[in-house]
Nanobody, 117 residues
Framework: QVQLVESGGDLVQPGGSLRLACAAS????????MGWYRQAPGKQRELVAV???????HYDNDVKGRFTISRDNAENTMYLQMDSMKPAEAAVFYC???????????WGKGTLVSVSS
């Protein structure tokens, strides 16, 4: 079992920055990928960024150059640094992990990010 807990969601002004964290616990020694999705009201959940176990990263085109995904292996925590945020990016952000043993996806419960002046 894997437990994921997101934190860091808050109200931020347009153009501002915010850092989200995803703390992982449980059977996490073997993971294939971890990442962030977001879901705005009335929209489908969409991929924001992914980090692969070997360290490679992938970003949605819209966030490239503004968002940075990283992982602290010692703390079993993944981060998403978000800069130059836009109002349209207000959403619930979810972290997920694809487990290396069985390919199962685990999800956190989400953290709310609001972007408004």
């Amino acid at each position: 079992q894997v437990q994921l807990v997101e934190s860091g969601g808050d109200l931020v002004q347009p153009g501002g920055s915010l850092r989200l964290a995803c703390a992982a616990s449980g059977s996490i020694s073997n993971f294939y990928a971890m990442g962030w999705y977001r879901q705005a009201p009335g929209k489908q959940r969409e991929l924001v960024a992914v980090i692969i176990s070997g360290g490679g990263t992938h970003y949605d085109n819209d966030v490239k150059g503004r968002f940075t995904i990283s992982r602290d292996n010692a703390e079993n925590t993944m981060y998403l640094q978000m800069d130059s945020m836009k109002p349209a990016e207000a959403a619930v952000f979810y972290c997920y992990m694809t487990h290396g043993d069985d390919g199962r996806n685990y999800w956190g419960k989400g953290t709310l990010v609001s972007v408004s002046s």
